[in-house]
């Protein structure tokens, strides 16, 4: 899709959350290539404006940074009704001054990029972890995808996408709850995509393998797995199949591990081979 018709379907705001580095950033980067408006979610409130003055500084979009924590989903909806635009109506007083009509953003695409990964044995997991990975990866993208998919539907446009993993195929061995996470993403962007494809709202879930990301370099244990990609190509692959279909893999690497997990290893085989990348995470 060119930009400008890119712009026209899903602008014109953007919201990615997770978008101060790594893949969010680059999701960001791209949207705002096609001629989108931001707004920007993410915790770390520095490096999230540092994001932000790059973007619109790059791209000459509007990028309006929020930090804010996903796993706090009524305190980001309260964030993001807050958030107006104005100059979009202007009105001349006698005095010559003008008055300025503001009214809510206009979002017209969802990035949900935030993710939370307790890594390690299951049973030496904090409670509070387990609770925020189920926030973050679960209770938040589902709200706020509600919360934004009513006003798409009204305007007959927009999209949603979804990251998942490959580690949501199967059971993943020191990854367990946040693969269990992933495997909702799944699901519900796939539901999603039928429901709302008729009501001319795209969704796409993009179930990636491991990504070359700040998370991913920090993880214990992490190394170089086969079909690893750099962020800005994950990015760029799902910004492209928006609207062709629910899901995207990246990378032949990654496509052809999916079809082996799931379609020639049983279930069992999978999750051991799984435990073969993932046993060294801690």
């Known amino acids: ?34 001629g989108v408006n931001l707004v920007l979610i993410a915790r770390n409130e520095e490096r999230l404006r540092a994001t932000a003055a790059r973007i619109a500084a790059a791209h000459g979009v509007d990028v309006i940074p929020v930090a804010a924590d996903m796993a706090d ?24 001054a003008q008055d300025v009509e503001t009214r809510p953003l206009e979002i017209g695409l969802l990035v949900y990029d935030a993710a939370f990964a307790p890594i390690g044995p299951f049973a030496d997991a904090a409670p509070d972890d387990l609770a925020q990975a189920a926030a973050v990866n ?15 539907i009204e305007r007959g446009r927009g999209g949603i996408v979804f990251m998942s993993s490959l580690a949501g195929g199967q059971g993943g061995p020191n990854l367990a709850a946040y693969a269990a996470t992933k495997a909702f993403t799944t699901v519900l962007a796939e539901g999603l995509w039928h429901e709302l494809r008729p009501r001319g709202v795209d969704v796409l879930v993009c179930t990636a393998g491991a990504i070359v990301t700040p998370g991913y370099r920090g993880a214990s244990g992490a190394k170089a797995v086969p079909g690893i990609l750099p962020a800005g190509v994950v990015a760029k692959t799902a910004l492209r199949a928006l609207g062709r279909g629910p899901v995207v893999i990246p990378g032949a690497t990654n496509k052809l591990g999916r079809f082996v997990m799931t379609r020639l290893l049983s279930r069992r085989g999978a999750i051991g081979l799984m435990a073969k990348n993932t046993g060294g995470l801690s």
């Open 73 to 96: 989903f009524e305190g980001v909806a309260r964030r993001l009704g807050a958030l107006k635009t104005g100059a979009l109506k202007t009105r001349a007083l006698k005095d010559g």
């Open 138 to 152: 679960v209770r938040s993208p589902l709200l706020l995808a509600r919360h934004l998919a009513g006003p798409m």
């Open 1 to 34: 899709m060119k930009a400008s018709g890119f712009a026209q379907k899903y602008g014109p705001y953007a919201l990615v959350a997770g978008g101060s580095d790594g893949l969010g950033a680059e999701f960001a980067e791209g949207i705002a290539r096609r």
